[in-house]
């Protein structure tokens, strides 16, 4: 049998995560380094109270992060463990709630723009230094 295909309307950002997840996942062994990053998202200079922050490092595992009151901390192996050193091309994705339960449900509204949830095309990047508490400022617009 055939594996389904992901649907059209599922976020570019959702399937990033998941395959950011599987590959940091690993064999439950930690196999680089990582430093702290506590950071804050602004969106037209208020913080942003809720989403997903999703990195991509030029090599090694990517990291996640869950954006609560206009603040996130970065995951990479575990919980809030940070992110390995190095330059994160980084997405963002925030949404209203999903209308109804299940696979069917039909997803919220975008509340950032759609070019965040891309980190090719967001122009958004974080500097994560070794040995240190990392904490960007990620500051979004919208029209």
Same mark, same amino acid.
């Given at each position: 049998?055939?594996?389904?295909?992901?649907?059209?309307?599922?976020?570019?950002?959702?399937?990033?995560?998941?395959?950011?997840?599987?590959?940091?996942? #690993?064999?439950?062994?930690? @196999?680089?380094? *990582? $430093?702290? %990053?506590?950071?804050?998202?602004?969106?037209?200079?208020? /913080?942003?109270?809720?989403?997903?922050?999703?990195?991509?490092?030029?090599?090694?595992?990517?990291?996640?992060?869950?954006?609560?009151?206009?603040?996130?901390?970065?995951?990479?192996?575990?919980?809030?463990? #940070?992110?390995?050193?190095? @330059?994160?091309? *980084? $997405?963002? %994705?925030?949404?209203?709630?999903?209308?109804?339960?299940? /696979?069917?449900?039909?997803?919220?509204?975008?509340?950032?723009?759609?070019?965040?949830?891309?980190?090719?095309?967001?122009?958004?990047?974080?500097e994560v230094k070794a040995g240190e508490v990392?904490?960007?400022?990620?500051?979004?617009?919208?029209?």
């Open positions: 049998m055939l594996n389904k295909l992901p649907s059209p309307g599922r976020s570019r950002i959702s399937t990033l995560a998941a395959l950011v997840l599987l590959l940091s996942g #690993g064999c439950g062994q930690k @196999t680089a380094s *990582v $430093a702290a %990053v506590r950071g804050t998202l602004t969106l037209n200079d208020k /913080p942003l109270q809720s989403g997903n922050v999703v990195t991509i490092p030029s090599a090694g595992h990517g990291a996640v992060g869950i954006i609560q009151n206009g603040k996130f901390e970065l995951s990479t192996f575990g919980k809030n463990d #940070g992110a390995v050193p190095g @330059t994160h091309k *980084v $997405a963002i %994705v925030a949404r209203e709630p999903a209308q109804g339960n299940g /696979p069917e449900a039909v997803p919220g509204k975008l509340l950032v723009p759609e070019r965040y949830t891309n980190p090719d095309a967001s122009g958004l990047a974080i990392n904490t960007p400022t990620l500051k979004l617009t919208s029209p």
